[in-house]
């Protein structure tokens, strides 16, 4: 009896609980995928398989895959972190077991050869043809990975440069839009919008422009009388996605150019239109729901500063109203991606 509780004893001792600690794993992984695609434990197997002995490291690689369906097929977005060293991957492919597969192989040769990921991902995007074959090395063993590795890395850096830039550059096609503005006239300013930008990585600039319906304002002492006032407005937005994919939110900053027409109305007053133009800008925000790769709903509201306020007149009636000096603007609708 003596001697069974020394046994139970010394393994306890032995057990990572009370011995040494036990060692960090090689990588860690957050993984986010459709249902149809392989989930998190089968990727740290097809990992495993091919880096059965991965090179020691002073820390984890962490390791954070997003897959999503497209239009064409299915898109990856990889990111590892090495302590302060970052890179990202992005593989697409009509197949997810590809991309994921792609990814596989790209973990397992940074955790076999120990290199950092910032340094061996600042390459272009993997088009479907790499993701092809990086999806073949996962098939073989391990060394003839290893041997695969150096075609990835041929390309002049150059090349490699044109192309990153050319991926992170793609077109906006903003319509149709609906909105809504608030302060400037005595009541809600309601039209319709569209316009035209681009993304850079992350930024996204657009120019934009909003056909608001036409209102009347009319006199406060004679009801009879009073102003049709038809508004445009001319927007530059510069905005800053964070978030995932899917969902976005964005800080803005935007310069308007405020173009007002205005005519009197009422028994025996002269219908000649005055205009006016002035700049108004402000802080706002944009959230983004994709969609897919290539359209994605908005919701905008903003915040604008008014330069100037015209003051409506009717010569021999008086004053009929000033416009406000500020603008609490709402955008509500579609964005096409290219």
Known sequence: MTRGWLVLLLGLLASPAFGQAALPPEFELSWTAPSSCPDT??????????????AARDRPLQVAGVVRQAKSGFVLELSLRDGELVGRRRFESESCAEVV?????????????GTNAAGDLGQEPADPARAAAATGAASRSEPDAKRAAPART???????????????????????????????????SVGL??????????????????????????????SDYGADVSRRVA???ACYWLGSMHWQVAPCASLALEYLVAHGVGSGVATEKADAFWFAGGPGVVVGLGLSDWVRL?????????????LLVIEGLGDVERLGALELSALLGAEWIF
Not at 41 to 54: E, I, M, T
Not at 154 to 171: G, K
Not at 298 to 310: C, D, I, K, Y
């Open 193 to 222: 919008g569209g316009g035209v930008g681009v993304e850079v990585d992350a930024w996204r600039f657009l120019l934009s422009g909003v056909w608001n319906f036409d209102v009347r304002v009319p006199l406060a002492n004679a």
């Open 154 to 188: 041929q390309e002049s850096p150059q090349a490699a440069r044109d192309s990153a830039e050319s991926a992170r550059v793609r077109l906006l096609l903003a319509a149709p839009a609906l909105s809504l503005g608030f302060g400037v006239l005595p009541d809600a």
């Open 298 to 310: 908005t919701a905008s509201a903003g915040l604008e500063f008014q330069t100037a306020r015209p």
């Open 101 to 113: 597969g792609a990814a596989a192989v790209t973990i397992a040769l940074l955790l076999s050869s």
């Open 41 to 54: 434990a089968a990727v740290q197997a097809q990992v495993a398989k091919l880096a059965p002995d991965p």
């Open 235 to 237: 927007r530059l937005s």
